[in-house]
Every structure is written in structure tokens, then in C-alpha cells.
């Protein structure tokens, strides 16, 4: 929805048209019988313009269809040319279309935007032309709402009717399909774009309810409003519901109250970029039902901030048809369940909402790392996930710790660990060495070193066991998903987040299991400008600051293997040393996330030339 010139709060561009007029909605619906007996559905999310894998996939697990959840790479041709510079950067560094080679080269820093748009071409983006041209055929059907990244002008031409292609149903706010398979109905009803509050009452370049622009998509409120009135129109009480969704309402409180609204048994969503499928029920994962309560409402106020800012101009533009739709939306907004005190001792407040504990939810990985199945017999659902796993390789190539370093770990009245036997286990305490801005009190180091040296030296003596177990505590750390919220950070963002400011913890450091000492990482000196990492003592820097070096190399952070500061480590030099396993995973990390290090420097160093190259060659890219 275009509203009037920009606010505060709403996204919509100076000098927008009115809203267009709408016709009073149609609801386009069939049913598709799959199996009478069983069936087995194929459920993804961004495949990412790689259609020709879809049949693969299909064929891999038996599916008689496929569900698909958005980025699914609706482009052809004529849609570089509206792909603005910093979405086409974000569908280069994902497409799964692009070797590796090219892609490396083409988000290298020195990489200007005009190159990357001269060298893009629509190949190298979505196999959508060969599907469009008959090249490409979908042996079953496939059923989709749009992602974050597509492009509205195609998505239009369906809705116009201008493209249709077997097999091929994208489900939105005004089509809806029925499979009837093994025994059950499954109604679909789909909400495509991702979920940008501020851009709810915006059309972009789309026309009607669908909104979208410069090679992005976003959900809008007439969008949520027609979708209510679809589902009202079809509705049969022997149906099962199934709402298919780009953003998780797991994340989303808006979505779940959709999902309320529409009496969804199941939702299906995606945009989160796990590296498993995620499987919960409101009830599994809170503590009460307050807490249902508390996302939902925290969702109620996140939008009646915006829809009171814009209600003005939107309701002056609003034409009769557009103003039901609207109204519909809102009942969404207003949607919360209400608490019914328990009676009785020792009882909770409680619900009269069922989707408390009868609705199901699934949040998928992309595609590339995994899929969901439903086996649907005897009118039960049964699901099966498949994935490439959580990648834990990198911690063979890290230093192991001694099962002693737990316990000489613990401060001086601390209880050591029970013995396998039950009984606490024999204690040895080492003595610490205090850390300070002075020479540390420890045993005297060899005269001629330097006093930077001699400083490092006690700290070593006095705390080497110490440093293992804190080195384990940042293993443990490490986890091998993360969300990875590109496509929003594109709708919403143009700049680079910073490392969090430095919260002084523990020391880090680590011994190899052979029992050398390993020098430690340090920022280069004065006295040592060739890079050496003995040059000074680490600084104190915690747990938050090596999950931001982490997150930093988002896909590429399985790789790393250990994360050291230097003394001076501060927001403003923000130079962290990086070390990675293998030169495969380094040179992952360096060009997927070239073009953030040019104002964020770590340097990267490979494992295995630590000590050969203690420098680790020219820091990558020179700090400037």
C-alpha cells in the first residue's frame, strides 16, 4: 500500500501516487488430489534460483509435491537493471549458481559495484528464464510464496496472468490450494515478503497489496488483510490449515497472531538460515501462557507505533474495498488471547486460546543444507528431516585440553569435581599470577629478556593450566548455526555494525597436547613492527567479543579455531587475530566477508603456519 509522503516511521517515498483502487477480491482456489492413499510432500526455503534441483530433490525422498517458503528466485532478464547495487551484492555472495572462484573475486574489497553489475548475469542469478522458456519442467507440483529477495515486477505478471507455468502455483493473500492426500485436506494458505514493520504501509513499485522494489520483497498490511478474507471465504471445518510464511512466527508475534486469526493447525515458515529444522508447539517452548501472550502483544505494540503515525494519510486515501481489507488486517493486530485465572491451589493463569497447544510450527534450513518431509497416511502427519549436519570438524584441528585443567582451573575454595567413584577427586591448586599493568609477581624470568616479555612470561608460568580451560570455554562457545539475517539487514540497513565495546573477562590462551608451550598472539610493538605475535600480553577480553568475531564471519566461523586480542584492543583499533584450521576454511572466510574487512581489520592466520610464519604473512588487509 503507497501511503502519503514519508513520516517518521513509514517508509513510503516522497511523491508516492495515491493508493491504486482494488476490485472487490477474488479468491482462486482448487483442490489437487495427490494420493488418495498416502503421499509425501517435500517442504524448503530458499532454493535460490536453483530450479533444476527441485525435481532432484523430489525424486530423492518420493514427494508428490513440493512446499516451498520464499527466496524461491523469481528474476528474469530484464530485472538487473532494478536490482539496486547492495541486493545484487547479497544475492551474488549467496547464489548458489556462482563458482566459488568467481564469487570470490567478484566481493573482493577493490571490487567496485559497477563491476559486479557488468559481470552479473541473470544466469548467474535464477534458472527462472529456463523454467519460464520450457527449458527447465516441473515434474510435480510446486507450491511457493515469495522470499525477501524477488522481484515484484515478475511476481506481478503472475498475479496478472501474463506468466503461468505447469506445476507451478504461487500461493499469496488471494490464491489458495487444497491437496487432498492420505486421507487428509491440507488447505494452504501463503503470506509471501519478508516482515518489515516500518514498510507495512508501503507499496514500493507493486501495485494493490503486493509491495516490493529494487530486487526486494515485504509483506503489507492490505496483504495480511486479504489473506484474512481469503481464508474466510474457503473456510470448511474438516479441513486441515497449513499457513506458509516467509518470516518465522516464531520470531514475528504479528504472524502468530495471523496465525491465530486464521486458525492455522500447522505454519511453515523459513528466513532464518539454521542449519536444521526447527520444530516447536507454543506450549513446548513456553514457560506459560503469558509468555504466548507477552510475543503477541510485543508484536500489538511494535505496529500500533507505526499505524498511528500513518493512520492520517492512509485513511484519506483509502478507497471502500481497500478500507475492509484494512479493517481485517487490524482485527489481526487486535487479536490476543485472553488470560482466565486457574482456580484452585497452586494454579496458573491459563488460556482459552487452542492453538496454545494444538498448533504445530516448522521453521526450515535453506535448502542447500536441508529439507523437511511430510508422510501423510491415514489422515496422520508425520515428518522427517534431512540435513547436512552441525559441522564440528574444526575442533579436530584445535588444541585438546588435559582433564586436569578443569581442576586446577578452580579458585582456592572451590570443590574440585566427584572422582568416577563418586568421591571429589584429589585437588592440586596452582598458584595464580595477578595480572596488572606492572610486572607480574611470579617466578623470576631469565634477566635478559625485555620487561614487555618478562611480563609475559610470568603470566605464562602462573597460568598455563588456567588458559586451557578457558581455551575449552571457548570452544564450547562455538556453535556451528546462526541465523543469518542478510535479506533483512537489506531492507533495512546500510551499514556495518561494529564490534561491541570490550567487557573486560579472562585471559585466552591455550597449550598443544604435546605440552609446548605455543607463543601468544599479541599486537605487533614498536619494538617489534615485523608482526610478531609474542609482541605483548593479551588483553582481558570476553565471551561477547569472540561471539562478534564469530558472527563477523557468519558461514565461514566453523573454520576458526582459536581468536586472540591484543593488549590494546579497543572499539576504535578493533583488530582481532583470527586462526583458522585450514587454508580452506581461511579462504572461505576472507572472500565471503572481504568487503566488511575494510573497516573491520582481523588479521588471519592458517593453524598450521603459526609458528613457521608466526606474522602469518601481510595482515589481511593491511590495518590502515
Not at 488486517?329 to 482466565?340: H, K
Not at 508425520?382 to 588444541?399: E, I, M
Not at 596488572?436 to 629478556?449: E, K, M, R, V, Y
Request: charged share 20%; aromatic share 6%; hydrophobic share 35%.
Amino acid at each position: 500500500m503507497q501511503s502519503a509522503p514519508r513520516t517518521a516511521t513509514s517508509s513510503t517515498r516522497p511523491g508516492s501516487s495515491p493508493l491504486p483502487r482494488t476490485q472487490p477480491p477474488q479468491v482462486n482456489t482448487q483442490t489437487k488430489v495427490i494420493d488418495t492413499i498416502a503421499g509425501r510432500i517435500l517442504c524448503i526455503a530458499d532454493v535460490r534460483g536453483r530450479l533444476s534441483s527441485l525435481n532432484d530433490m523430489a525424486r530423492e525422498v518420493g514427494a508428490k509435491a513440493i512446499i516451498h517458503t520464499g527466496d524461491f528466485g523469481f528474476f528474469e532478464s530484464s530485472s538487473l537493471e532494478r536490482i539496486n547495487d547492495r541486493t545484487l551484492k547479497h544475492l551474488t555472495q549467496y547464489s548458489p549458481l556462482i563458482p566459488n572462484a568467481q564469487r570470490g573475486s567478484l566481493l573482493a574489497p577493490e571490487t567496485p559495484p559497477a563491476l559486479i553489475r557488468a559481470a552479473m548475469t541473470i544466469s548467474l542469478l535464477s534458472e527462472f528464464p529456463l523454467l519460464l522458456s520450457g527449458q527447465i519442467k516441473l515434474s510435480i507440483p510446486v507450491y511457493t510464496v515469495w522470499g525477501a529477495c524477488e522481484d515484484v515486477v515478475v511476481l506481478e505478471k503472475f498475479r496478472q496472468g501474463t506468466y503461468d507455468i505447469e506445476n507451478l502455483h504461487v500461493i499469496d493473500e488471494a490464491v489458495t490450494r487444497c491437496l487432498d492426500v492420505g486421507g487428509v485436506k491440507l488447505r494452504l494458505l501463503g503470506l509471501g515478503g519478508a516482515f518489515v514493520p516500518h514498510k507495512m504501509f508501503d507499496n514500493g513499485d507493486g501495485n494493490a497489496t503486493i509491495a516490493g522494489g529494487q530486487g526486494t520483497m515485504w509483506t503489507t498490511a492490505l496483504q495480511i488483510g486479504e489473506l484474512v478474507d481469503t481464508a474466510q471465504r474457503v473456510y470448511d471445518p474438516t479441513e486441515t490449515r497449513l499457513l506458509v510464511t516467509h518470516a518465522s512466527p516464531g520470531r514475528e508475534g504479528i504472524i502468530a497472531q495471523l496465525a491465530l486469526v486464521l486458525k492455522a493447525d500447522l505454519t511453515i515458515s523459513a528466513g532464518l538460515h539454521f542449519r536444521y529444522t526447527s520444530s516447536w508447539n507454543e506450549f513446548s517452548v513456553q514457560g506459560d501462557f503469558e509468555g504466548f501472550r507477552h510475543k503477541i502483544i510485543t508484536g500489538k505494540e511494535g505496529f500500533d507505533k507505526i499505524w498511528e503515525s500513518v493512520k492520517p494519510q492512509v485513511e484519506a486515501v483509502v478507497d471502500d474495498n481497500q478500507r475492509i481489507l484494512l479493517e481485517k488486517a487490524l482485527s489481526v493486530i487486535e487479536r490476543v488471547p485472553v488470560v482466565q485465572p486457574h482456580i484452585g491451589p497452586g494454579g496458573t493463569a491459563t488460556g482459552d486460546e487452542p492453538a496454545w497447544k494444538n498448533c504445530w510450527n516448522w521453521n526450515l534450513c535453506d535448502a542447500a543444507y536441508g529439507s523437511l518431509v511430510l508422510d501423510i497416511k491415514e489422515g496422520r502427519v508425520k515428518r522427517t528431516y534431512s540435513t547436512k549436519g552441525f559441522n564440528y570438524a574444526y575442533r579436530r584441528t584445535a588444541n585438546t585440553t588435559t582433564p586436569n585443567s578443569f581442576t586446577s582451573a578452580l579458585p582456592n575454595n572451590a570443590v574440585a569435581p566427584p572422582s568416577p567413584g563418586g568421591t571429589p577427586a584429589p585437588q592440586k591448586i596452582q598458584p595464580l599470577a595477578p595480572r596488572s599493568n606492572g610486572p607480574s609477581i611470579a617466578p623470576t624470568p631469565p634477566p635478559q629478556l625485555p620487561k614487555q616479555q618478562q611480563q609475559q612470561s610470568a603470566v605464562n608460568s602462573g597460568r598455563e593450566t588456567p588458559k586451557d580451560a578457558q581455551a575449552l570455554k571457548v570452544n564450547g562457545n562455538a556453535t556451528a548455526s546462526s541465523p543469518d539475517t542478510k535479506d533483512k539487514e537489506a531492507l533495512q540497513s546500510d551499514e556495518v555494525v561494529p564490534f561491541s565495546e570490550v567487557k573486560p573477562n579472562a585471559a585466552q590462551s591455550s597449550t598443544p597436547p604435546s605440552g609446548k608451550a605455543t607463543p601468544v598472539m599479541g599486537a605487533p610493538s614498536e619494538a617489534n613492527d615485523k608482526g610478531n605475535w609474542n609482541a605483548g600480553p593479551m588483553s582481558p577480553v570476553g565471551g561477547n567479543e569472540k561471539s562478534d568475531v564469530k558472527e563477523f564471519f557468519g558461514d565461514a566461523r566453523d573454520g576458526i579455531v582459536r581468536i586472540h586480542f591484543p593488549q590494546n584492543y579497543n572499539k576504535a583499533t578493533r583488530t582481532a587475530f583470527v586462526e583458522f584450521g585450514d587454508e580452506e576454511a581461511m579462504k572461505m572466510g576472507l572472500e565471503k566477508h572481504a568487503e566488511k574487512m575494510k573497516d573491520i581489520v582481523p588479521y588471519v592466520v592458517q593453524a598450521d603456519d603459526r609458528e613457521s610464519n608466526p606474522s602469518g604473512g601481510v595482515p589481511w588487509p593491511r590495518p590502515r
